[in-house]
């Protein structure tokens, strides 16, 4: 389904009953987004909220995309999955064999209807240029500030276009924009990013880079701006496709060399000058749920900004998941499904990627496997596949496991799998917004395989696991006084892995507790123990395994253990650590800055408990924040 603008999006979500209108003033500095993080975290993504008194003459939108039901609006569909089997369909038509004039032209209807759905240029003027402000002014749009420490007010969902100098290609990214003055921003073009790429080649030639960025229209537009498509694939193709009508372009009026859909809301025209200076960007508190800290980047000089009558302001806000962002990647999740496995690990039944691991961080492949050593054939495919070169953690499972169910899955995984034998470790790029990599953009990858095994893949001299763990949580921390907290929950699901809370006190100190820990007699059957840091709860899972993702570098920070088996003559046992702990240059010779996790500052929570009830938008709903004010290191976006 096409909208026309964001204003129906946003009339559609409330006939679902899918939105709250919030008509008293909510400031944009802080305290937009600090009501948006308690209605996304209160249950299946809360609501969207349209913000109506912003100071400014235009409403904020915000949650838009922050359920399965809302995600599904926005791209006019039942189910996600059903731009997969649409996507697959459309594979197999065009790949299938064609073996008379007759089956070449049955294709010809379903090519036209392809065809039409291409993006196109139109003469004069679009919807999105109804007003033209002629002195453009960013302080004028109700602009958020997320968290308290963000370097200033950022655009977050802005779809930013520009093109190639050479071939003319054009690219349709997301990249967020922090406002310095009425008339400048920052560009945070990550390296790896095709428009980053653009502006490379403009380096070469000297002359400005004319870029545009549009807000709101049909909300497909910003989802497909995020798609992790190949560089030649243009994004409003994939809009097109998914919304079963063309993308319909104008030319902007102070830089023509840029078209931008006409039916969006507003459109900020400018340039980026390689011949600048760069500007001093951050920080910002980012999906990974830290800050991710200041660097430098492109200014972007606003030249132009123009509007629809009646626009509206989209935004988002990342933090600690879940969040919005969450959707918008299991969006992407389902619909890129198909063309992973159609053109690159046919052996690829599903994928899951669970909120704890932020996106790239924790993967899980669900393969029909039929030979020995299929996991690692698919682990090398997928690490060398477009964004899924970034995926840290990836874990493999087998085709008759319903990888949604996570209990289910563990227990498979961890009942074929050998800690020592069936982890592979490797390198290479990560998302620059890892932290916890040594150098900026690379570090350690970790693939659990945990298929069934081939008689090839099985090691003889391994005892297989049997039930050892009769100590409680308290006898472990009375044996080893750092540990903080001990979650033994899952051994009682016959899931054979601990999280281990510990205070680190001195270098080498988890390699030393792990190697103790695993001498015990308790621990012959423990397969994998993940070390967290003290001030996290190790019984509250999800948290701690969001923390412990976000802090493993898997290669430099694994700790292989093995040992003779107590129950089982001539046999060995191994255990698997992994240091999810926060790393440090005096402990663990760790020589970048290390970032803070993001909380709401006490004043913005005290001013929103105290207008709630103005609000009107249903029963208290106390700061997320406040849960993870003693995992803090200080009050600045860098841990000191």
């Known amino acids: 389904m096409a909208f026309r603008n964001l204003r129906e999006f946003v009339d559609k979500l409330e006939k679902a009953g899918e939105l709250l209108r919030i008509k008293t003033f909510v400031d944009p500095k802080l305290e937009i987004a600090e009501i948006t993080d308690r209605i996304s975290k209160s249950g299946d993504g809360g609501k969207a909220l349209l913000f109506e008194?912003?100071?400014?003459?235009?409403?904020?939108?915000?949650?838009?995309?922050?359920?399965?039901?809302?995600?599904?609006?926005?791209?006019?569909?039942?189910?996600?999955n059903d731009v997969a089997t649409e996507i697959e369909d459309l594979f197999k038509?065009?790949?299938?064999?064609?073996e008379g004039i007759l089956d070449k032209l049955r294709m010809l209807p379903q090519l036209a209807r392809f065809a039409s759905w291409m993006p196109a240029v139109k003469a004069g003027r679009g919807e999105c240029q109804e007003v033209v402000w002629k002195d453009p002014d960013m302080t004028q749009l109700p602009v958020i500030t997320c968290?308290?420490?963000?370097?200033?007010?950022?655009?977050?969902?802005?779809?930013?276009?520009?093109?190639?100098?050479?071939?003319?290609?054009r690219n349709v990214g997301m990249y967020r924009m922090q406002v310095f003055s009425p008339t400048?921003?920052?560009?945070?073009?990550?390296k790896h990013k095709v428009s980053a790429k653009h502006f490379s080649e403009y380096k070469k030639t000297g002359e400005r880079m004319p870029?545009?960025?549009?807000?709101?229209?049909?909300?497909?537009?910003?989802?497909?701006?995020?798609?992790?498509?190949?560089?030649n694939v243009d994004e409003y193709m994939l809009a097109g496709f998914l919304r079963k009508k063309k993308v319909e372009l104008v030319r902007c009026i102070t830089q023509p060399a840029i078209e931008v859909p006409a039916?969006?809301?507003?459109?900020i025209e400018g340039y980026v000058d390689p011949t600048d200076e760069l500007i001093w960007e951050g920080p910002f508190g980012d999906h990974?749920?830290?800050?991710?800290?200041?660097?430098?980047?492109?200014?972007?000089?606003?030249?132009c900004i123009t509007h629809r009558k009646g626009a509206i302001y989209p935004a988002t806000i990342v933090g600690i998941p879940p969040q919005e962002d969450a959707w918008l990647g299991k969006a992407t999740e389902r619909i890129f499904l198909a063309p992973i496995k159609m053109t690159m690990v046919p052996e690829i039944i599903d994928m899951d990627m669970p909120v704890e691991g932020v996106f790239h961080n924790l993967v899980i492949a669900q393969i029909k496997k039929e030979y020995a050593g299929q996991g690692q054939k698919v682990m090398n495919a997928l690490w060398g596949a477009g964004q899924m070169m970034f995926n840290k953690i990836l874990v493999l499972t087998d085709e008759h496991v319903k990888i949604q169910d996570y209990l289910s899955l563990a227990q498979w995984v961890f009942r074929n799998l050998h800690p020592l034998e069936d982890i592979s470790f490797s390198s290479g790029p990560m998302d620059v917004l890892d932290h916890s990599c040594s150098k900026l953009g690379f570090g350690g990858k970790m693939c659990i395989d945990g298929t069934r095994k081939y008689e090839e893949e099985v090691a003889d001299e391994y005892a297989a696991g049997e039930d050892s763990w009769h100590l409680s949580e308290d006898e472990l921390r009375q044996q080893f006084p750092e540990i903080t907290s001990v979650n033994l929950s899952l051994l009682d699901k016959k899931i054979p892995c601990l999280v281990i809370a510990v205070e680190k006190k001195r270098r080498g100190h988890i390699r030393d507790l792990h190697e103790k820990i695993t001498a015990l007699p308790d621990a012959e059957s423990t397969k994998l123990i993940l070390y967290v840091e003290h001030t996290v709860d190790a019984h509250d899972l999800p948290v701690a395994l969001w923390r412990f993702c976000n802090n493993l570098d898997p290669k430099r920070d694994s700790i292989p253990a093995s040992r003779p088996s107590g129950l089982q003559q001539g046999k060995m046992i191994a255990c698997m650590g992994l240091d999810g702990t926060r790393k440090t240059k005096e402990l663990d010779n760790f020589q970048r800055d290390w970032p803070n996790i993001i909380v709401a500052a006490d004043e913005t929570i005290e001013a929103v408990d105290r207008k709630w009830n103005d609000l009107n938008i249903g029963p208290f709903i106390p700061s997320p924040s406040l849960k993870f004010k003693n995992q803090l290191y200080g009050e600045e976006a860098m841990v000191q």
């Not at 038509?93 to 064609?98: I, Q, R, S, T, V």
């Not at 039916?263 to 459109?267: L, N, P, S, Y």
């Open 147 to 169: 968290w308290p420490k963000d370097g200033g007010p950022f655009v977050t969902l802005p779809i930013i276009h520009t093109k190639d100098p050479v071939t003319q290609t």
């Open 288 to 303: 990974t749920g830290y800050y991710s800290l200041p660097d430098w980047y492109p200014k972007f000089h606003v030249t």
């Open 211 to 231: 870029v545009a960025v549009a807000l709101g229209g049909d909300p497909v537009y910003a989802y497909s701006a995020t798609a992790p498509l190949p560089e």
């Open 263 to 267: 039916d969006a809301d507003f459109i």
């Open 53 to 80: 008194n912003t100071g400014t003459p235009f409403p904020v939108l915000m949650n838009a995309y922050g359920s399965e039901k809302r995600m599904c609006l926005a791209l006019g569909v039942e189910h996600l």
């Open 184 to 190: 400048m921003t920052g560009m945070h073009w990550h």
């Open 93 to 98: 038509m065009l790949a299938g064999p064609k």
